[in-house]
Nanobody, 121 residues
Framework: VQLVESGGGEVQPGGSLRLSCATS????????IGWFRQAPGKEREGVAC??????YYGDAVKGRFRISRDSTKETVSLQMNKVTPEDTAVYYC?????????????????WGQGTRVTISA
């Protein structure tokens, strides 16, 4: 199983960024795919999760971020809008085999290597 994030970079506050998580080696439709982030000195934080038609967002990103999945490409995207410096972190995607979204990182079975997002003027 592989998860590969892409799309990170530096953007100004108020701007937008789109992250992608390309998966391989898993039954894409069976897994929950979550996005997490970790800022320096902070714990890993759940950002968004999608499982089938169910979608969940962390409180810090509700109304600004949007998660979506493309079953034909077996990818999950995270559209980040109206970003702030507090969104600066390394963003990870993770796959949960039982198909349940959770904010507990330890519940996820597979992780990507992360992509760095910096919000700076």
């Amino acid at each position: 199983v592989q998860l590969v994030e892409s799309g990170g970079g530096e953007v100004q506050p108020g701007g937008s960024l789109r992250l992608s998580c390309a998966t391989s080696g898993l039954l894409f439709g069976d897994y929950a795919i979550g996005w997490f982030r970790q800022a320096p000195g902070k714990e890993r934080e759940g950002v968004a999760c999608i499982s089938g038609d169910d979608i969940y967002y962390g409180d810090a990103v509700k109304g600004r971020f949007r998660i979506s999945r493309d079953s034909t490409k077996e990818t999950v995207s995270l559209q980040m809008n109206k970003v702030t410096p507090e969104d600066t972190a390394v963003y990870y995607c993770a796959a949960e085999e039982a198909g349940f979204c959770t904010w507990r990182p330890t519940q996820y079975d597979f992780w990507g290597q992360g992509t760095r997002v910096t919000i700076s003027a």
